[in-house]
Structure formats: structure tokens, C-alpha cells
């Protein structure tokens, strides 16, 4: 076995670990009218799981698909169902996801597994009464990159068939919107960073070496176009969905956050910003909703599903919100909030 893969094995260790030690903790954070059911949306039976949440089956509900992060080699759904929960407890029906994991499999397989589990919704729909028209996807780091990545594919079509991607409904279908925790948009600023492990898990997902690469070639290995198309900032057009995207002030892969929003805005695709400041504005903080930064980003996620999908929705539980209700529905700024 490779150097790699015993690293790898080793941080999914720790990983298990410290879920089950957060498990009972972020447990108590589930919303209490949210019913979750463990489903299996696709093949491998063992890896391709999710979690189903919803308040209402019979009620018309957008869709909201969630990936976990993990820098593709590890994480688990189970832990980001409270997350998840706050969104179903809006009127969403979530589909929290599994998918295949590097290195075992390397980039496309996840783009793939994205697309069958929205093709899962489509033969829900009728079912769990669902908007096909209104999906929305989100994900935390790695998570975010394969939401991006799933939507630069849409909007680059020809990928469909790069990626050998088998998507049955790919000429009706459209992403309402997209919400970013601390995403991964592009492998050469991600690279520079200093955030742990992160050369590890980017060889791990895309099957290539940059250890291998001579000196000074670093920016024309990225430019390659098969790696090019693995980076979503690099895959945006004026046809984007809109974005919600968040970061923190201490997340070392900010920078990566801030060159997919310039590119967002170059091409006039609609997306909104919100810097989590402070100490504890750390990588993925968004996703402990109980701490202060996490109740305004949440609300920014509020304020931007709801400004989104229009009059056609709203809040469905006002009293899921993790903070002043009344404020949810307008823009925010979040210059406005100091630590």
C-alpha cells in the first residue's frame, strides 16, 4: 500500500473518532419537526446513502441536495443532518448525501454520483411532491467544490459526455441556486494554502502529483484543460446559477472563496458574500449554527433561498430560524455584525 492511501486511512480514522465523540452534541441541534429517513439513491449500495429530511411529504417543496466535505477522502452525511435539518425545517425537502470517496475513486466518479442523486429527485418528485424546477445544491469544502463543479458541468455541456456522466434528464433540468460553506474552487490557490493536508487530499481526488511537477511549472500544469475542468472557477459563464457563498476571516482556503466571487461577478451572475469574522471564523464554521458567526450565516442562507425562489415560497417555520425571524427576509450585510 502507498504512502497516500495509508495517509489517507490514518485522517479517516480520526475523522470516525471525533464524529462519534461531536455525534451527541450536534445531535440536540436537530429541528425537532423534521422527520429523517435513511434512503439509498443509487449504485454502490454502500456508499451511494443519504438522508431524506422533511417537515410536510404532502406539501409542494423545493429541493435542496447537500454534500459533505472532507477534501474528498473522508466525512460522513450523518453529522451534517442538524445543518441539513434547519434547511428542511424552511419547507426544503434535503437530500443530505454520501458519495464515493478518493482515493478508491478519483475524479469524475463524484460528478457523477451528484448527478444521480439529483436524478433521484426527479423520480421522487412525484412521490414527495417535489419542485424539479426549484433545486438547489450546497455543500461544505469538498462538498462545495462538487455542488460548483455539478453546476459548471450544466452550463458546460459537453462535459456531460467528458465525464461520461449518464443523466437522463439533463435537457430539462436547471439549478435554482447554490450555497457555499468554505468551498474548494480551484486546485492552484488551494495548493498554496496552508490548510492541512490539503496536497494530500487534492492528489487523492484528481489522481495527479504535483510533487512530480518541475519547478516553475506549478501554473502551467493548472492550465491544462483536464485539469481545468476539474475547478469550478474556471467553468463559470453568465448562465451560472446564483450563489450564496461563505467563508471565514481564519479559513486558510478563504482566497479560494474570494477568486470564485470575483469570477461570479465578472461574469453578472447573482451571488451574495458573507465573511464570518473573529476567532472562531474558522474552516467550516457556519456548520455549528449555535455559535454567533453560525447564526448569521445561516441567516444569510435564509435571506438567500427565500430572495430566490420569490413569492412562489417563503419560510413554511419562521421558528426555525436561529435567530430573529423578522430579520430573515431582507439582505444582509455582513459588515454589519462585528465580534
Not at 203 to 221: C, H, N
Amino acid at each position: 500500500m502507498d504512502k497516500d492511501k495509508l495517509s489517507v486511512y490514518y485522517v479517516r480514522l480520526k475523522d470516525k473518532t471525533l464524529s462519534l465523540s461531536l455525534r451527541p452534541l450536534l445531535a440536540t441541534a436537530m429541528s425537532k419537526n423534521v422527520t429523517v429517513k435513511k434512503v439509498i439513491y443509487g449504485e454502490p449500495r454502500s456508499k451511494l446513502t443519504a438522508s431524506e429530511l422533511y417537515v410536510d411529504k404532502a406539501a409542494r417543496k423545493p429541493v435542496f441536495i447537500y454534500a459533505h466535505g472532507g477534501g474528498w477522502v473522508q466525512g460522513s452525511n450523518a453529522i451534517r443532518d442538524p445543518y441539513c435539518s434547519r434547511i428542511a425545517d424552511l419547507g426544503f425537502y434535503v437530500l443530505n448525501i454520501n458519495y464515493e470517496l478518493a482515493p478508491a475513486a478519483k475524479h469524475p466518479t463524484q460528478a457523477r454520483n451528484i448527478f444521480r442523486a439529483i436524478s433521484y429527485v426527479f423520480e421522487k418528485r412525484e412521490e414527495y411532491n417535489l419542485d424539479t424546477d426549484s433545486v438547489f445544491l450546497g455543500g461544505d469544502s469538498a462538498g462545495a467544490h462538487l455542488a460548483a463543479l455539478a453546476a459548471g458541468i450544466t452550463v458546460n455541456r459537453s462535459l456531460y459526455d467528458e465525464f461520461k456522466i449518464d443523466f437522463t434528464y439533463r435537457g430539462e433540468f436547471k439549478i435554482r441556486g447554490l450555497v457555499f460553506i468554505c468551498g474548494v474552487f480551484d486546485f492552484l490557490s488551494c495548493g498554496n494554502a496552508d490548510f492541512p493536508r490539503i496536497k494530500l487530499y487534492s492528489r487523492s481526488y484528481s489522481g495527479y502529483d504535483v510533487r512530480e511537477i518541475e519547478d516553475g511549472k506549478l501554473e502551467e500544469f493548472f492550465g491544462r484543460p483536464e485539469i481545468m475542468n476539474m475547478c469550478p472557477v474556471t467553468l463559470v459563464t453568465p448562465d451560472y446559477p446564483p450563489c450564496m457563498l461563505i467563508t471565514g476571516e481564519k479559513d486558510p482556503l478563504r482566497p479560494t472563496t474570494e477568486l470564485f466571487y470575483e469570477r461570479l461577478k465578472e461574469n453578472n451572475v447573482k451571488a451574495a458574500y458573507f465573511l464570518g469574522t473573529g476567532k472562531y471564523s474558522v474552516h467550516g464554521f457556519p456548520l455549528f449554527s449555535a455559535s454567533e458567526n453560525g447564526k448569521r450565516a445561516m441567516r444569510e442562507v435564509y435571506s438567500f433561498l427565500t430572495d430566490v425562489l420569490g413569492g412562489g415560497y417563503g419560510l413554511r417555520n419562521v421558528g426555525a430560524a436561529p435567530v430573529d425571524s423578522a430579520e430573515i427576509g431582507r439582505s444582509i450585510d455582513s459588515e454589519s455584525y462585528p465580534e
